[in-house]
């Protein structure tokens, strides 16, 4: 298992992380995200098939640009 550790500045509140760890979970290969608001941070723990890159595009596509 390998773990992100990702800056996500378009987090603002509880709703964001619940939102971003939602979208994350259905990636297969994710085991675990979690987020935190005030630090605007959110670290993912996943394995193959996943990839970071996956994994930033997503973020992308629901408007939670990420960067690493």
């Known amino acids: ?3 992100l550790a990702l800056r996500v500045p378009g987090i603002t509140c509880g709703h964001c ?3 971003i760890c939602r979208e994350l979970s259905d990636l297969d290969g ?4 979690a987020g935190d608001p005030s630090t605007k ?7 193959l098939p996943v990839t970071p890159e996956a994994i930033l595009v997503r973020l992308e596509e ?7």
């Open 41 to 47: 941070t959110v670290v993912v723990d996943y394995d």
């Open 30 to 33: 994710v085991r675990s995200a």
């Open 1 to 3: 298992m390998d773990t």
């Open 17 to 19: 992380v619940n939102s």
């Open 62 to 68: 629901i408007g939670y640009p990420a960067e690493r």
